[in-house]
């Protein structure tokens, strides 16, 4: 699953982290085959570089310490923990708009995705440096039917869900254990048509069903073969129907959307718990010192995490600067004209990082809008825009131009197909073709006594889209079409989305090293609110080529579907496709101390706690040593 996102800076600083630290594509890997990829095999070993310079230790996740209780399995990864990570500290991000609700299941928001992989954890999760195996998190061992198509999974015992009050009858739940039915749970809310869950149910419609055996052990059961069966199981994770479904009779999907007051909270049974939410300033989690994971020597060092709202790039610039967040990103404008100051220079506190970005950049073209129905149009309209001088002057030539549905450096990606060309006069008569011309001289086609004026809308936190869209604007006017632009708060922009309600939108995807394009680009989703696919495209050879995807395991021919796959979508240009950036992170490295050696030993910390783009299982905490000069500045 993509992440809808207009790549939040702290959210996409922390996601890179994870994936740089523990292999390319790890967030998003599906199968047993790898596509990792030069340029992001290249940013791993430029940030461990890095690592190595600031730490004799090398790559370590501080942890709670404590060991495997004896005859029970060891938690996957926990030799890269530090035992020894000293306990306590705070961890200050920032995150650019607050968020409707805080319930992941009805929410497509990648900044909750976040918050509940702080907060909840998975069956599984990919080795950190062999991302082609899975290792345990909550289960302590699976195996697989010889027709591939049932999971049985064997629970680990004594995993607690965190304490909460109920808010509405005010009895106090403790101590309650995760058992299989938790996991049941998750799959039938999901699966349910009520619940507003679009985007998660499309990767699970092939999931069959869960059958509880007993507490500890269940089988998920797959109707056929799927590429992504094994990633979403082991990435199941559990939902506390004692929580969710705290009334007689049957679980109601309306209730479950609407319930305002249990949306403002999450129970999980990961390492960190909802301690406040103060909409519009910040939200603050807790370490539940009940996780499991302190018996397996993974329990998170750091005490607390907090994110403060900052929504100007300018304003949290000045936070790293003061030292009042810890971590960031960058614009590529603040990245080649605001980092030449003390803080960023030997010695100094701010450490700058770039990484290629998982990502992509687009206008989405509402196909239901007459305007964008015929593809000439679309492709026309592509002619206009002027790439090369958006990276120049938007990037800094901090980005490369993409010209399809997958990110640059992945198999998937066809790189012979290239962007269009950005040629005015080329678009003018394609245009003129399609019956728009300008008949009666006030500079703007018409057809059918109709203008050729449209609205694109994006987030008004984005500085980057307050300077790429006039530019649009001005080369969509020499063709004579009129671009207008409009500004809006994340959520008012979301709500406007899921119910297309908008001519197009400027948006971006995180996306996987592969991928199933059935989420974004399958009819099935067409008639289904808050979809992915957002801009209703329909077409019976995507279809095709979708299910072919989906069922095929043999690598090089999934690798030719997908570039077909590349290219239609590409002719067909339901989204004007823009760019991949680089993200361009800044940590606050704290004071430097000498280490055993003479080599640098990091006296701060660097965090994060992500969830994968498919938002089903935490990726992993990472945590560098707290330092004792860190707990006091904070």
Known sequence: MQNR?????????????????????????????????????????????????????????????????????????????????????RFIGAITSDTGNMNMIINNDATVSDFWGLTCDTLAERHYKDIDRFVPR???????????LTYRIKLRKGILWHDFTDPETGKKWENVEVTAEDFKFYVDVIKDEKVNAAPMRSYLADLKQVNVINDYEFEVVWERPYILSEEITLSLMPLPRHFYHAYEGPFDGAKFNDDHVRNRMIVGCGPYQLDSWEKGKRVVFKRFEKFYGKRLGIMPALKTVVYELIQHPNTRLQALRSQTLDADSLTTEQWVNNT????????????????????????GLNLTNPLFQDRNVRVALSHLVDRKRIIRDVYYDLVRPVSGPFFVDSRANDPSVE?????VEKAKKMLADAGWKDTDGDGVLDKDGKPFVFTVIYANSSTTD?????????????????????????????????????????????????????????????????????????????????????????????????????????????????????????????????????????NGCVFSGLRCARRRRTVCLFFFKVGKDLKKRL
């Not at 701010?350 to 687009?362: A, E, G, I, N």
């Not at 962007?419 to 040629?423: G, L, R, S």
Request: aromatic share 10%; glycine share 6%; hydrophobic share 40%.
């Open 419 to 423: 962007p269009y060309e950005f040629d």
């Open 5 to 89: 996102s207009f790549l939040t800076p702290v959210l996409l600083f922390l996601c890179l982290i994870v994936l740089a630290i523990i292999g390319a594509g790890v967030v998003t890997a599906i199968d047993r085959q790898r596509f990792q990829t030069e340029a992001l095999t290249k940013a791993v070993a430029e940030l461990s570089e890095r690592i190595d310079q600031i730490s004799s230790r090398g790559i370590a996740v501080a942890s709670g310490g404590g060991s495997a209780v004896s005859g029970e399995p060891p938690a996957g990864n926990v030799e890269f923990y530090d035992k020894n990570a000293e306990q306590g500290g």
């Open 466 to 602: 307050q300077k790429l869209l006039p530019i649009l604007k001005e080369d969509f006017a020499r063709a004579g079409v009129k671009l207008e632009i409009l500004s809006l708060e994340w959520s008012v922009m979301l709500e406007r989305i899921d119910k297309r309600q908008f001519d197009a939108v400027r948006l971006a995807w995180r996306m996987s090293v592969s991928n199933d394009p059935y989420q974004l680009w399958h009819s099935d989703n067409l008639k289904i609110e808050a979809s992915s696919n957002f801009v209703s495209f329909a077409n019976p050879e995507a279809d095709r080529l979708i299910m072919e995807i989906r069922t095929c395991f043999d690598l090089d021919k999934r690798t030719e579907l997908y570039h077909q796959f590349h290219r239609l979508i590409h002719e067909e240009e339901p989204y004007l496709f823009l760019v991949s950036p680089y993200d361009l992170f800044v940590i606050n490295m704290g004071a430097e101390v000498e280490a055993d050696g003479g080599a640098r030993s990091l």
């Open 138 to 148: 909550m289960a302590e061992s699976w195996t697989l039917s010889e027709d591939k």
């Open 340 to 363: 030449g100051t003390a803080e960023f220079q030997e010695g100094g506190f701010l450490r700058k990082m770039r990484l290629p970005s998982m990502s992509y950049s687009y206008i």
